[in-house]
């Protein structure tokens, strides 16, 4: 069984993939308008552990680098983030070289009385500014080119950890960043690959992972999502029915509670799961009543 410490691992490194591709594309982005400026290449790559794109270097070293029981997928997303994060401290380092010498260099251009030998050096920075220039282009690309690819076999990793307790809730609550990288179909399609139901597993998985932690009215908006999917699924419609029962327990609303423990008892649901949480129902009901007559009395 994998521990929960791992899965909470497996979790912050999808967690930091996303971020790290947010803020590329935000670079690359300013880069094309021309803003893109040291500082904030700085938060997507650096070498103090600052950066979004080293945190996710040092995820990926702890996890798979030494360790035996990493898969192959594992250890090749390692060698993919240590190659964008190489080329992104190449990017980093020309920008710095345009950002902080380019001014100064184009304000001693302008000197009047330069010897011979200043002019020559002068010459010098300017093929090396025009190389760096180059290079930075190149390299944006390069790690354009990369990131795709990172990515692609970030959709590996999460098909992986599928049976990651801590995946659906992941999943659900961060679908627009899943969307803007893969679209709403390609996000559709990897629901599709790691649940027999798709996205009405994952809903109901998310739920079962909020009923579990006893957040009840977010299990059941969940469970309730499950049901306008599937009208027939008898198993979401009695979690919704115990989910509301408890919500409404906890916010004093006992009358309406029993109504709805009471509708939760009658529904045909079966199954392991069901049946732990019947007994839970089962107790809720017997204990509402008296509840309720010794608040009359009161």
């Known amino acids: 069984m994998v521990s929960l410490n791992l899965e909470k691992k497996q979790i912050d490194l999808i967690n930091e993939s996303l971020?790290?591709?947010a803020t590329c594309n935000e670079c690359m982005e300013l880069h094309r308008t021309g803003n893109l400026g040291f500082s904030r290449v700085d938060g997507f790559v650096d070498d103090r552990g600052k950066s979004c794109l080293y945190r996710l270097k040092q995820m990926c070293h702890d996890l798979f680098r030494n360790a035996d029981e990493?898969?192959?997928k594992e250890k090749f997303y390692d060698i993919?983030?240590?190659y964008i994060f190489h080329e992104a401290m190449k990017l980093r380092e020309n920008l710095y070289q345009l950002e902080y010498y380019k001014p100064q260099y184009a304000q001693l251009n302008n000197t009047d009385g330069l010897t011979a030998s200043e002019k020559k050096i002068l010459h010098e920075f300017d093929v090396h500014i025009n190389k760096a220039e180059k290079r930075l282009n190149d390299e944006l690309k390069q790690v354009k080119i990369i990131l795709r690819e990172l990515v692609a076999q970030?959709?590996?990793l999460i098909k992986l950890y599928r049976n990651n307790y801590l995946l659906p809730r992941f999943l659900l609550d961060n679908e627009k960043s899943f969307t803007r990288i893969y679209g709403a179909r390609g996000y559709r399609e990897l629901l599709g690959e790691m649940y027999e139901k798709g996205k009405a597993t994952l809903l109901s998985r998310a739920?079962?992972?909020?009923?579990?932690s006893q957040y009840y009215e977010m299990a059941a908006h969940l469970f309730r999502k499950v049901m306008t999917l599937d009208t027939h699924d008898e198993?979401?419609?009695f979690f919704f029915l115990y989910s509301s029962a408890f919500n409404l327990y906890f916010k004093n609303r006992l009358s309406r509670a029993l109504g709805y423990a009471n509708r939760a008892a009658s529904t045909a649901a079966a199954g392991d799961d069901v049946e732990r949480y019947r007994l839970e129902l089962e107790n809720l009901i017997s204990e509402l009543p008296k509840e309720m007559s010794r608040r009359r009395k009161r």
């Open 154 to 156: 970030l959709k590996d």
């Open 207 to 212: 739920a079962l992972s909020y009923l579990e």
């Open 19 to 21: 971020c790290v591709y």
């Open 235 to 237: 198993r979401a419609r």
């Open 70 to 72: 990493a898969g192959y």
């Open 80 to 82: 993919t983030v240590g």
